[in-house]
């Protein structure tokens, strides 16, 4: 069977709340992801936070010790040095970087301070050279995406995942039957919150666990026939 990736975004859902973060990442455990993701890199201004988008820096040795304990792992996406240099301290194995700072010329320092700890990258947007960075294909458009855009084959395309932002599974399951060992997809416990864009588009837990599920009976149905 080929290795699937399964990752839960969490990105800005917790609204700010360290008792939500908590929760999400205990319903990304049980609905079978893998890795449980947030988006780390700007601090508290006054009593809000930037767009509510980040996850506090000064919650990471909590986010790291919970994901440890519930038995899940622990990866964001890095928008900043200080976030890079905290996670590092707090033992964060493998990193995001988000297409935002991939195709950003002036985040080119950070993205080679990630890349050179020679821990796993996952890199949205972007192809590197260096052994330890995976592309991970997403369609940097607006969000959500109604007509989501793929490579027809993954591994000759030289891309190693998807990170999707349409509505259900469905864009998630073809990309796995064309070769993407990577899947990124954002969770969310209420669809109907709306001070939050990207529960729009999310999938509550259920459908999570559903796609990880039909994801893992793809991969095996594919076997040894490709890469």
């Known amino acids: 069977m080929r290795s699937i990736t399964f990752v839960a975004e969490i990105g800005s859902n917790h609204k700010g709340e360290k008792s939500l973060a908590y929760e999400y990442i205990r319903q990304a455990k049980l609905a079978g992801a893998d890795i449980a993701k947030f988006q780390l890199g700007h601090r508290r201004t006054g009593a809000t936070y930037q767009h509510m988008r980040y996850a506090p820096m000064e919650w990471i040795e909590d986010l790291a010790r919970w994901c440890d304990d519930i038995g899940i792992r622990f990866m964001a996406s890095i928008f900043s040095q200080d976030a890079l240099g905290l996670a590092e301290t707090n033992g964060m194995q493998e990193y995001k970087i988000a297409h935002q700072v991939a195709l950003d010329e002036e985040q080119a320092p950070l993205v080679a301070n990630i890349i050179a700890t020679n821990k796993p990258v996952y890199m949205s947007g972007a192809h590197h050279a260096s052994p330890n960075v995976y592309p991970i294909y997403v369609h940097a458009g607006n969000y959500p995406e109604y007509e989501p855009h793929m490579p027809k084959d993954f591994h000759s395309s030289g891309w190693y995942g998807y990170s999707s932002h349409a509505h259900g599974a469905g864009d998630a399951l073809l990309a796995i039957s064309r070769g993407a060992r990577f899947i990124e997809k954002h969770v969310t416990l209420s669809k ?36």
């Open 192 to 227: 109907v919150e709306t001070s939050i864009r990207d529960n729009h588009f999310a999938l509550d837990f259920s459908e999570f666990g559903d796609m990880v599920k039909y994801g893992n009976e793809i991969a095996t149905a594919l076997g040894n026939r490709q890469p």
